[in-house]
């Protein structure tokens, strides 16, 4: 059985991720950061897979709490096939870059960027023995191009950094069967991150030009065709999942 590791993979967008992967018989370790009864209820939700899942307490900021999830992952299920870097910091406050803080752009970089690294450095070396690995990162639209974003500055840098990351880890271990692709969610608010893609068939969002809401299944399903073992001609991309609303440029 393969398995998957997907921080802050008990709610929101990851939640949905997390039940993607469940349900096609790959066994899940999710992270949480503070939520512990949000991600218990995976095991009310999959009564039958409780063998097949893992829920660790971490903060992806912390470099001892990223290698105490991975080791508990290797002691318990003995391997690692797919990385979903799901979670990350976010300002939900718009402001601009003269006005974050030190402590603010720290957690940005930290979390959004150098918990990659770090999940990397851990998990690269167990998909290399296997000769398979899938890592997905999480991008925003533009990010790409090195796009600015407005009242985004410190979330979008560590981001465009990201890019760079996942395109050259999928250069430097194509040779051993892993791959590195990018997911940029559109304008996927609130409930809408849990949700599934007739729920959002049901409703009308007339500022996106699909004329629905963008929901987390929508973002589940192309992570999950991008982890397949067919899709390994895929690999350094960058994937936009907006539903052609322009994101960056909503609120301009």
Known sequence: MRHAIITAGSKGLGKKVT????????????????????ALELIDQFPTKQEDIQIIQADVTSHIDLKNLVDQTISRFGRVDYLVNNAGPYIFER????????????AMIRGNLDAV?????????YMRKQHFGR???????GAGGAAGWIYRSAFA????????????????????????????PGHIHGGWKESSI?????????????????????????????????SDMITGTIYEVTGGMDVIHRYR
């Open 95 to 106: 402001k601009k870059l003269m006005d974050y803080s030190f402590e603010e752009w720290d």
């Open 198 to 230: 007739m729920d959002g068939r049901r409703s009308v969002d007339n500022e996106t030009p699909i004329g629905r809401p963008g929901t987390g299944e929508d973002i589940a399903r192309t992570i999950e065709f991008l982890c397949h073992e067919d």
């Open 135 to 141: 890592i997905i990162n999480y991008g925003f639209q």
């Open 157 to 184: 840098a560590a981001k465009v950094g990201l890019v760079s990351l996942t395109k050259t880890i999928a250069f430097e271990e194509a040779e051993n069967g892993i791959t590195s692709n990018m997911i940029c």
């Open 19 to 38: 039940e993607q992967f469940l349900n096609n018989g790959v066994s899940v370790t999710v992270t949480y950061r503070t939520d512990k009864e949000k």
């Open 117 to 125: 690294f770090y999940l990397l450095k851990l998990t690269v070396p």
